[in-house]
């Protein structure tokens, strides 16, 4: 059928074929992973006793909002957590992440980056590496900052990990790759550091960056010794649905202690009018098992399909998928540049723009992305990126269907390998 639809060429047809027929026991093995987190989903919806009225919010201050409250509530369920914000003014994953930081962290206390160097935009918060000067980091305000690299072969270093956890205050676990050639940590790994540190300092917050991640797997880091847990909404819980927003989740106490950060001191989680965004909110948290499903399809596929044409993706389509996230080294800047300008003509929106690399805010590289989203940023819709500096690795994400994210894929394939 998709040769109706594009101009393939023939034995890029072939490795379709291929690729599907290899796929099946995977595909079977993520659709289960949906299944069981769609029923949890609903168990959420109707155990919190979600009505229509709560797709109404509120403006102003947004105080006594029961619609945001009941919002948190069924996010609650889902993810395991004691107390949770759900909120619509946290403009992405980063800022989500910078305030959860500054809620926990007071001058003097110490930062633990106990799986690598954090995502390339965490820098700047942090205050490390060229983006992190003069402006509010967390070192200017006194918090120390160390981390553990990874080993080698991308595992931690648990040695390491007890040595430095002993006057760590904050204990800070990436788990998905950023831009790194590693796959996402499982829920064991995370398990596993969490136990080290609470085996030398029993007090230290084990905070998880779970950008990525959310819905992979049939539980949260959450159930695996995390104490608090954030993300963004128009990365997987947002279903491609909701517009903006993230969420902080996690022990009661560290979600206040946090909320006052989020809005001001003795404020805390009491303010925060929702306007108009609470029904995509639900709407698309409700869907996000499917479309993070499709999503691991869509990644699913295309390693396979790179594999086929001699690439080497991470992770391989046999291996379980923790994150939403392929990346493979294209080899050169012209294919790099080649599958992401696949990606943007196969996409709905703005298929006919020309990616081109660029400097990003955050970042210390030129970076060059194709994102043709309904939402401005989202990457669980098809989209994929990458530093312009050797060895050329391409980061691809999403794909709210797989129909749609087979073809993007297939047809950037042939634009970078096959043209």
């Not at 790759?177 to 829920?187: C, E, K």
């Given at each position: 059928?998709?040769?109706?639809?594009?101009?393939?060429?023939?034995?890029?047809?072939?490795?379709?074929?291929?690729?599907?027929?290899?796929?099946?026991?995977?595909?079977?093995?993520?659709?289960?992973?949906?299944?069981?987190?769609?029923?949890?989903?609903?168990?959420?919806?109707?155990?919190?006793?979600?009505?229509?009225?709560?797709?109404?919010?509120?403006?102003?201050?947004?105080?006594?909002?029961?619609?945001?409250?009941?919002?948190?509530?069924?996010?609650?369920?889902?993810?395991?957590?004691?107390?949770?914000?759900?909120?619509?003014?946290?403009?992405?994953?980063?800022?989500?992440?910078?305030?959860?930081?500054?809620?926990?962290?007071?001058?003097?206390?110490?930062?633990l980056a106990a799986t690598g160097r954090p995502y390339d935009t965490l820098e700047g918060v942090i205050g490390i590496g060229?983006?992190?000067?003069?402006?509010?980091?967390?070192?200017?305000?006194?918090?120390?900052?160390?981390?553990?690299?990874?080993?080698?072969?991308?595992?931690p270093d648990y040695a390491g990990i007890a040595a430095k956890a002993k006057t760590a205050t904050v204990v800070h676990i990436?788990?998905?790759?950023?831009?790194?050639?590693?796959?996402?940590?499982?829920?064991?790994?995370?398990?596993?550091?969490?136990?080290?540190?609470?085996?030398?300092?029993?007090?230290?917050?084990?905070?998880?960056?779970?950008?990525?991640?959310?819905?992979?797997?049939?539980?949260?880091?959450?159930?695996?010794?995390?104490?608090?847990?954030?993300?963004?909404?128009?990365?997987?819980?947002?279903?491609?649905?909701?517009?903006?927003?993230?969420?902080?989740?996690?022990?009661?106490?560290?979600?206040?202690?946090?909320?006052?950060?989020?809005?001001?001191?003795?404020?805390?989680?009491?303010?925060?009018?929702?306007?108009?965004?609470?029904?995509?909110?639900?709407?698309?948290?409700?869907?996000?098992?499917?479309?993070?499903?499709?999503?691991?399809?869509?990644?699913?596929?295309?390693?396979?399909?790179?594999?086929?044409?001699?690439?080497?993706?991470?992770?391989?389509?046999?291996?379980?998928?923790?994150?939403?996230?392929?990346?493979?080294?294209?080899?050169?800047?012209?294919?790099?540049?080649?599958?992401?300008?696949?990606?943007?003509?196969?996409?709905?929106?703005?298929?006919?723009?020309?990616?081109?690399?660029?400097?990003?805010?955050?970042?210390?590289?030129?970076?060059?992305?194709?994102?043709?989203?309904?939402?401005?940023?989202?990457?669980?819709?098809?989209?994929?990126?990458?530093?312009?500096?050797?060895?050329?690795?391409?980061?691809?994400?999403?794909?709210?269907?797989?129909?749609?994210?087979?073809?993007?894929?297939?047809?950037?394939?042939?634009?970078?390998?096959?043209?």
């Amino acid at each position: 059928m998709i040769e109706q639809f594009y101009d393939l060429k023939p034995e890029v047809l072939a490795l379709d074929r291929q690729a599907l027929a290899l796929c099946r026991e995977q595909f079977a093995h993520v659709e289960g992973i949906r299944d069981y987190n769609q029923l949890k989903m609903l168990r959420a919806f109707t155990d919190s006793g979600v009505a229509a009225q709560h797709f109404f919010g509120s403006t102003g201050y947004g105080v006594w909002d029961d619609s945001r409250n009941k919002l948190e509530e069924v996010f609650c369920r889902c993810v395991g957590a004691e107390a949770a914000l759900v909120r619509p003014q946290f403009m992405s994953g980063t800022h989500t992440l910078t305030v959860a930081l500054f809620g926990l962290l007071r001058t003097g206390d110490t930062l633990l980056a106990a799986t690598g160097r954090p995502y390339d935009t965490l820098e700047g918060v942090i205050g490390i590496g060229e983006a992190g000067k003069g402006c509010g980091t967390l070192r200017e305000y006194g918090i120390r900052y160390d981390e553990v690299p990874l080993k080698e072969d991308f595992t931690p270093d648990y040695a390491g990990i007890a040595a430095k956890a002993k006057t760590a205050t904050v204990v800070h676990i990436q788990r998905s790759r950023g831009y790194t050639q590693r796959n996402a940590f499982d829920l064991d790994t995370i398990r596993k550091v969490a136990q080290t540190v609470r085996e030398v300092n029993p007090n230290a917050v084990i905070f998880v960056d779970n950008c990525y991640g959310e819905f992979t797997q049939t539980k949260e880091p959450l159930s695996a010794g995390a104490d608090i847990i954030a993300g963004s909404f128009i990365k997987n819980p947002g279903g491609g649905i909701t517009p903006t927003g993230g969420y902080i989740a996690g022990r009661k106490d560290l979600v206040e202690k946090i909320s006052h950060r989020f809005t001001a001191p003795g404020i805390g989680a009491d303010l925060g009018c929702t306007q108009d965004s609470l029904r995509d909110t639900f709407l698309g948290l409700y869907y996000a098992p499917g479309v993070v499903c499709e999503a691991v399809k869509t990644a699913i596929y295309a390693q396979c399909l790179l594999e086929l044409c001699g690439v080497h993706p991470v992770p391989r389509y046999t291996e379980d998928h923790n994150d939403i996230v392929t990346c493979f080294d294209s080899g050169s800047a012209a294919a790099l540049q080649g599958f992401c300008a696949g990606i943007q003509k196969n996409s709905p929106v703005d298929s006919f723009v020309s990616p081109e690399p660029a400097d990003e805010p955050g970042y210390t590289d030129k970076v060059i992305m194709a994102s043709g989203s309904f939402t401005e940023g989202s990457t669980i819709e098809i989209s994929c990126d990458g530093p312009l500096r050797p060895p050329y690795t391409c980061y691809l994400q999403g794909g709210v269907n797989f129909t749609a994210g087979r073809a993007a894929v297939l047809n950037a394939v042939q634009n970078a390998f096959f043209a």
